[in-house]
C-alpha cells in the first residue's frame, strides 16, 4: 500500500513563504503524477499545482508566480515553494499520487496565513 507523508505546513505572517514536502513509498509506477491540492473551509478541494514524472507541470491561476512545484524522482518526493503567502492561501493541503492504476491522498497539513 502506498503511504504519502507530508511535512512543512505550519503558521506564517503574510507575506512570508512555507514549504511543503511529501514523501511516498510502498509500490509506486515508475510513471506517474504528484501535486497537491488544498480545501479551505467551506470550499471545494481544489488543485494548487501538479508535476509528472517528466516535468511537466499545472498550477492554479491563483498561485502562479508565488509557487513552485517540483519533484525527486529517485525519491519519489514533491515539494510545494509557497512565496509570498497570504490569508486566501489558508487551507489543508493534500498531496496526492496518481497513475492509471490508482490514487492515493497524505493525510493533509494545515498552512494558515495570518495577516
Known amino acids: 500500500q502506498v503511504q504519502l507523508v507530508e511535512s512543512g505546513g505550519g503558521l506564517v505572517q503574510a507575506g512570508g513563504s512555507l514549504n511543503l514536502s511529501c514523501a511516498a513509498s510502498?509500490?509506486?509506477?515508475?510513471?506517474?503524477?504528484m501535486g497537491w491540492y488544498r480545501q479551505a473551509p467551506g470550499k471545494q478541494r481544489e488543485l494548487v499545482a501538479d508535476?509528472?514524472?517528466?516535468?511537466?507541470?499545472n498550477y492554479a491561476d491563483s498561485v502562479k508566480g508565488r509557487f513552485t512545484i517540483s519533484r525527486d524522482n529517485a525519491k519519489n518526493t514533491v515539494f510545494l515553494q509557497m512565496n509570498s503567502l497570504q490569508p486566501e492561501d489558508t487551507a489543508v493541503y493534500y498531496c496526492k499520487l496518481f497513475s492509471g492504476f490508482a490514487s492515493y491522498w497524505g493525510q493533509g497539513t494545515q498552512v494558515t496565513v495570518s495577516s
Open positions: 508535476i509528472s514524472t517528466r516535468g511537466s507541470t
Open positions: 510502498g509500490r509506486i509506477f515508475s510513471i506517474n503524477t
